[in-house]
């Protein structure tokens, strides 16, 4: 065989791999993203997006459905041996598709948001409803919305934040204490549960604060990176019906 053929027929292998590989992608054109330099993703039909936050600052509230591809990115990506799909998703029920949920060669997501809106305040100050969910029922919020472990009147959130971060951290309450042997390791200090943040202009968008045991005798919460204190008044207040 030639070697003009054989360079052939290369090509065209490498052009039928390259192919499968964007396939994801670019079966369907009309679904791909654009990103620009300055953090906004732009839709097939115009619609600007733009990025809103990290996982671990926000939340997403449901499940999520495959909208499309970002332009010029791989399909997939893997992490600890697990091909994940990289893209753009939409959240389940939330029909105007005012957020976007991206994952980008990452277990880790990003939060877009509608560049036409509003424009959004997300600490926990903002939340409309916080709620406790204990660590065996993380991932399902609603599960406790009784009216003895939810907040949703304003003044009682704005006691509750005002409270709390009047504390002091943890380890200087003497909390770590509770829970030192004598050779300084702790035990019996876990993460007990979430209190969950609610937003009313954005309601499949939470914020997260954890919530740690201290041998069952104390607690703390994390507000913003910070930790306080979490007065038992406070912890009771929440997980009355837990």
Wanted: net charge negative.
């Amino acid at each position: 065989m030639k070697r003009n053929s054989i360079s052939a027929i290369l090509s065209c292998i490498v052009l039928l791999i390259s192919s499968f590989c964007f396939a994801a992608c670019d079966k369907n054109s009309e679904a791909l993203f654009i990103e620009t330099n300055n953090d906004v993703l732009v839709g097939h039909n115009g619609e600007k997006y733009e990025f809103l936050a990290n996982e671990g600052i926000l939340y997403y509230n449901g499940k999520i459905s495959f909208e499309g591809c970002v332009k010029d990115e791989t399909p997939t990506f893997n992490h600890l041996g697990v091909e994940f799909k990289n893209g753009v998703y939409s959240i389940d029920g939330d029909s105007d598709k005012n957020i976007l949920i991206r994952y980008s060669n990452s277990e880790w997501f990003s939060a877009y948001r509608k560049a036409s809106l509003p424009e959004f305040d997300f600490c926990v100050d903002n939340c409309n409803k916080f709620e406790y969910i204990p660590l065996y029922q993380n991932n399902n919020t609603g599960l406790n919305n009784t009216s003895d472990n939810v907040i949703t009147n304003k003044a009682e959130i704005i006691e509750f934040l005002s409270d709390v971060r009047n504390q002091d951290n943890p380890k200087e309450a003497g909390l770590y204490d509770l829970v030192s042997d004598k050779d300084g390791k702790l035990i019996n200090c876990y993460r007990c549960g979430t209190i969950v943040g609610h937003f009313e202009e954005e309601p499949y968008l939470l914020v997260c604060m954890s919530v740690t045991s201290y041998n069952d005798l104390a607690y703390s919460v994390s507000i913003s990176n910070e930790e306080y204190v979490l007065p038992s008044e406070w912890f009771h207040r929440f997980c009355k019906n837990t």
